[in-house]
């Protein structure tokens, strides 16, 4: 561009512009520009152009490989989640569940009862899309307590699309990427749930 007549500054003008994308790059460009239109040492300024845009290579490499590990622990947390689930539904709420604790709870706040069983006005209607959650996408076997099975999946769903958004922001610093982790994760979940309720971990 130089040799066909174009200003130097020009040059770098158009350059800065179409490195727009990488902002380092476009920013090197300017202050080379500015390096230039006022008469300083350009070779100093390559120099140290170079030497700043390593350093920030290195930093950013740093940076990525520290917040890597917390998106591990943020996906980590999302699996505890559902292992806390599986030993709920395995061993909480059968114990919580029993008659003999019902019946003895009666006067002292003890036991668990499925408040759809109870339900109410606009309240069957809640327990209504539950049921369809936990009969026809979960595949619970018709008949059997369907309330905590469609409560821990939506509570993990949304745990999983607030981890994700979180680990994006923390990982990538984009609302864009955190969608991304929360597709992953919410996938995750589901694929999980499913393989559980065929193994017989959730639902019994």
């Given amino acids: 561009q130089v040799s066909g007549n174009v200003p130097v500054t020009k040059a770098l003008d158009r350059m800065s512009k179409k ?6 790059i476009s920013t090197a460009f300017k202050i ?7 008469g300083g040492n350009t070779i ?9 845009l390593e350093m920030l290579q290195q930093v950013e ?3 990525k490989s520290i917040m890597s590990q917390y998106t591990l622990m943020i996906y980590a947390i999302s699996f505890i989640f559902l292992g806390v689930v599986v ?30 069983s109870v339900c109410s006005g ?15 996408f979960l595949g619970l076997e018709k008949g059997r307590p369907y309330y905590y099975v469609s409560i821990f999946f939506l509570l993990s769903l949304i ?3 607030f981890s994700g958004i979180v680990a994006g922001q923390i990982a990538e610093g984009s609302a864009r990427a955190g969608i991304k ?24």
């Fill in 19 to 24: 490195m727009v994308r990488s902002k380092k």
């Fill in 32 to 38: 080379l520009k500015e390096s230039y239109t006022s």
């Fill in 44 to 52: 100093a300024v390559l120099t140290s152009l170079s030497e700043s």
């Fill in 61 to 63: 490499k740093e940076r």
């Fill in 87 to 116: 030993m709920i539904n395995k061993l909480l709420l059968p114990i919580f569940a029993s008659p003999q604790l019902v019946g003895a709870g009666m006067g002292m706040g003890l036991g668990i009862i499925d408040p759809c």
């Fill in 122 to 136: 606009a309240a069957c209607n809640v327990c209504d899309s539950l049921a369809f959650l936990a009969y026809n």
């Fill in 159 to 161: 745990q999983a699309t």
């Fill in 181 to 204: 982790h929360s597709i992953i994760l919410m996938a995750v979940i589901v694929a999980l749930y499913l393989l559980l309720f065929r193994i017989g971990l959730i639902g019994v």
